[in-house]
């Protein structure tokens, strides 16, 4: 079962759409096209899911641990080695980006989280994710964020002010 080995999201303006690559351990590519307001969800959904995943009961207490973890799995992630696309051998869903529309996150027998990414018809991508996938997926969408024109100021907090910015 192959992973996923690296992410990449750019602004393309005259999409006005953002273009997220990934590739898999075994040199797969998938190319999605996220608009607007499929942003929103993604990022709403990210939140959701790393706050629950918080043992904490009070809410402040699992954003501002959530925040913190965050914090530490940005410092300690590769962002700065170049996106790997001349490794990629083959693209399960096409070489053109797919445009996604349904956005939702499952839970195995095994506990593990599965995040969905399907467009309105036709097949998309169901892929194992971990904590450190979703923060990293966050940091690419508020960083790639800022080079829009959106007005989605989305920003994962510190823990020594609002844990989460929605804005």
Known sequence: ????????????????????????????EFRFWLTRRYVKLLWTA???????????QNPDIRATVAAFQHQ??????????????????????GEEPILVSRLQFKRTEQKT??????????QGLEIGV???????LCNLLSRCLKSTDWDLPFELGTPSNKPFSTH
């Open 113 to 122: 989280q599965i995040l969905c990414m399907h467009p309105d018809k036709g």
């Open 46 to 56: 990210l939140l959701q899911q790393l706050e629950a995943a918080q043992p904490y």
């Open 72 to 93: 530490q799995i940005v410092e300690t992630s590769d962002f700065k080695t170049e996106y790997r696309d001349e490794e990629t051998k083959h693209f399960p869903l």
């Open 1 to 28: 079962m192959s992973s996923i080995h690296q992410m990449q999201m750019s602004f393309v303006a005259q999409q006005d759409r953002m273009l997220l690559r990934l590739n898999t351990t075994d040199h797969a």
């Open 130 to 136: 971990d904590n450190r996938l979703m923060h990293s």
